[in-house]
């Protein structure tokens, strides 16, 4: 395991209430991902972050937002979950460079939301 | 707009078979070519990899067939084997070091 930790890993949460995942890396990794999969979608960028404070969108961000306080943490919040938004998150890391091995990105273990 | 194309969705294969799934791209400046393993309620796993500079990318019994003029890349899975049942993704990487991913494809290997 590329030492990521998604927290929490299941939690069930009611419509219009914010929710707040978490992804905790011990690698010292400057990228760090947030993305949701769902059947037939494959896995979409929600957030990224390519340093402290630094963040960006991805392909599906509208209704979640992103913060990297610490090199080691990188947090989704949904302002307002909606049923939509069910879905397995993976958090994912990434070093930024091709070294011998190539560069890649490691996945956590993801985490399941589902909004009811 | 689906970044990467992956097909097919769903394959089955029979033990000792040739697995063989398909991805497309047309955005040029895409750099880096991971496909990754992925099992039931885990998460994706890199698999193998390779730069668009090279045709081929041989590991163990699965290669990477990289064709740049057409945009296309493809996993082979040789001798398949029932622990190979899983999902496979394939990815590429964007400027800014994001990643893309196609839909999926979910394998089956029959002993």
């Known amino acids: 395991d590329a030492g990521i930790t998604q927290s929490p890993r299941h939690k069930v949460t009611e419509t219009g209430t914010p929710v707040t995942l978490r992804c905790h890396q011990t690698?010292?990794?400057?990228?760090m991902y947030w993305y949701r999969q769902d059947p037939g979608h494959g896995l979409r960028l929600i957030h990224y972050?390519?340093?402290?404070?630094?963040?960006d969108k991805g392909e599906v961000s509208d209704g979640y937002s992103v913060s990297r306080s610490k090199t080691e943490d990188f947090l989704l919040t949904l302002e307002s979950a909606t049923s939509s938004q069910t879905s397995v998150y993976f958090c994912?890391?990434?070093?930024?460079?091709?070294?011998?091995?190539?560069?890649?990105?490691?996945f956590g273990e993801g985490s399941w939301l589902t909004v009811v | 707009q689906q970044q990467v194309k992956q097909s097919p969705q769903s394959l089955i294969v029979q033990k000792g078979g040739i697995s063989i799934i398909n991805c497309a791209y047309e955005?040029?400046?895409?750099?880096?070519f991971p496909w990754y393993q992925q099992f039931p309620g885990k998460g994706p796993a890199l698999l193998i990899a390779?730069?668009?500079?090279?045709s081929e990318k041989k590991e163990g019994r699965f290669t990477i067939s990289f064709n740049k003029s057409a945009k296309q890349f493809s996993l082979h899975i040789m001798d398949s084997q029932p622990g190979d049942s899983a999902t496979y993704f394939c990815a590429a990487r964007s400027t800014g070091n994001q990643f893309y991913f196609g839909t999926g494809t979910s394998l089956t290997v029959i002993p």
């Open positions: 994912a890391i990434g070093q930024g460079s091709l070294r011998r091995s190539g560069n890649t990105i490691y």
């Open positions: 955005n040029t400046a895409f750099d880096y």
């Open positions: 972050s390519y340093g402290v404070k630094d963040t």
């Open positions: 390779i730069r668009p500079d090279v």
């Open positions: 690698e010292n990794h400057r990228y």
